[in-house]
């Protein structure tokens, strides 16, 4: 069995992410330029040593439990490769358990991490790190964007997983809503039912036409484009403040939504004018509702996903 050479150091950047933007769910993703950033050193000293600073770093294992570090060691050995020593320093922006693509950044940093530190021969590119954390991960419509960055669209078919980047309208801003709870994805996909109605699934699929159709080219029909059918009444108990600021903010004429699983919300905006005006009602809804606490951001959509710096 290969051995992976210590002494490496290397940077991995990879960003937040949206997914479903409504009633795309399972399907459209997003990037967003919140990066969590892992510095990753091979060692001949035996064992893993994790450190953390943001997101995660009193609650999260520093060994070789720790999700990034067990994935790499688990990568490396599906392949065939000994590992060697690993010492981890894990710079955590994106939040945990809001919907923002904290796991699949965790998935997509590890393995895009476990690839450079292989030998350059044996090293494969961003499709093979695409379809390894999209099996890690079990669905693609996060990893996507993670990988490939902007807009993207993701399927699954017999011979795994794909998707294609789309066309953004280059009016279009993102605001997002974090609050100060968490939810989990496995939580939120609890409160899906089995089926639904033959006529909202056809009322969806026609939403996501249009909606596909208004980020690339007529922002102005974000707001019926973003009607969902499929999942967010359903999860809406599970996070009534985050309900409660999407109803607000579409009663106003803007296009919000729940971020992935929830509870983040996300606003797609036409335009920076409407973006500081979406930001501006959060903050004076909340002022309104002080059960819940909300951070505001207004990120750019980086038009390409992980990158791997040699240090």
């Keep these: 069995m290969a051995q992976i050479q210590a002494g490496q150091t290397i940077a ?38 994790v450190m953390m600073t943001g997101e995660g770093a009193d609650t999260l294992p520093t060994d070789e439990t720790h999700l990034i570090a067990k994935t790499i060691l688990e990568r490396w050995a599906e392949l065939g490769y000994e ?19 904290s796991s699949a950044a965790a998935m997509v940093s590890a393995l895009a991490a476990a690839n450079a530190l292989l030998p350059a021969d044996a090293q494969e590119g961003l499709e093979e790190i695409f379809q390894a954390s999209a099996r890690w991960e079990g669905h ?79 922002p102005s029909a974000l707001l019926l484009g973003t009607e969902d059918f499929l999942h967010q009444s ?4 599970a996070m009534a ?4 600021l999407i109803a607000h903010l579409r009663s106003l004429g ?16 036409a335009g920076t004018e409407e973006a500081e005006t979406v930001a501006r009602t959060i903050a004076e809804h909340a002022a309104n509702h002080r059960e819940t606490s909300w951070r505001v951001q207004i990120p750019s959509v980086p038009q390409s996903g992980v990158r791997v710096e040699v240090l």
């Design 241 to 244: 403040p985050s309900a409660a």
């Design 234 to 237: 359903f999860r809406a108990p």
């Design 83 to 101: 590992a060697c020593g690993l010492r981890l320093e894990a710079t955590n922006r994106i939040p945990h358990g809001r919907g923002m693509g």
């Design 254 to 269: 803007h296009a919000a939504v729940v971020s992935g699983a929830g509870p983040t919300v996300l606003v797609l905006c």
């Design 140 to 218: 693609p419509d996060n990893v996507a964007p993670a990988v490939f960055g902007g807009l993207t669209l993701s399927w699954v078919d017999g011979s795994g997983f794909g998707t294609l980047n789309g066309v953004l309208h280059e009016s279009i801003v993102p605001v997002i809503a974090i609050p100060d709870v968490e939810l989990s994805t496995h939580a939120a996909r609890g409160l899906l039912p089995e089926t639904v109605p033959h006529a909202l699934a056809a009322a969806n699929g026609g939403r996501v036409g249009l909606l596909i159709h208004a980020l690339a080219h007529e």
């Design 12 to 49: 991995v950047h990879v960003p937040a992410t949206t997914a479903n933007l409504g009633p795309g769910f399972d399907v459209l993703g997003m990037a967003l330029s919140v990066f969590d950033t892992l510095v990753v050193h091979t060692v001949a000293e035996p064992g893993v040593v």
